[in-house]
């Protein structure tokens, strides 16, 4: 199991920008697949980005394309999103996730909840219009 601890929300404008960060402890960092996902307000669990674990490939949901990119330190043992042109309509709760792939390709990103072992407590973003 790893640990994962969000930062780096709060509260932007429309049209600002945010970086979360996810640390990760307890494994080693680069036999994880990671990943984001948001909760609005009253809503499902969504994805939003995902990262394989040496970072070479990454894949982002289609409503943040182009505004919203995912990057990893595995040096650091730490994955970022970051957010950039923020509408009101990305406001939500952003959790990091994990999955240990040692026994699944290493090529892989995962876009569903399911597929994740790990989870962070979840950082808030708010914008404002």
């Known amino acids: 199991q790893v640990q994962l601890v969000e930062s780096g929300g709060g509260l932007v404008q429309a049209g600002g920008s945010l970086r979360l960060s996810c640390a990760a402890s307890g494994r080693t960092f680069s036999n994880y697949a990671m990943g984001w996902f948001l909760q609005a307000p009253g809503k499902e669990r969504e994805f939003v980005a995902a990262i394989n674990s040496n970072g070479a490939t990454t894949y982002v949901a289609e409503s943040v394309k182009g505004r919203f990119t995912i990057s990893r330190d595995n040096a650091k043992n730490t994955v970022y999103l970051q957010m950039n042109r923020l509408k009101p309509e990305d406001t939500a709760v952003y959790y990091c996730?994990?999955?240990?792939?040692?026994?699944?390709?290493?090529?892989?990103?995962?876009?569903?909840?399911?597929?994740?072992?790990?989870w962070g407590q979840g950082t808030q973003v708010t914008v404002s219009s």
């Open positions: 996730a994990a999955k240990d792939i040692t026994y699944y390709r290493a090529g892989s990103y995962y876009t569903r909840q399911y597929q994740y072992d790990d």
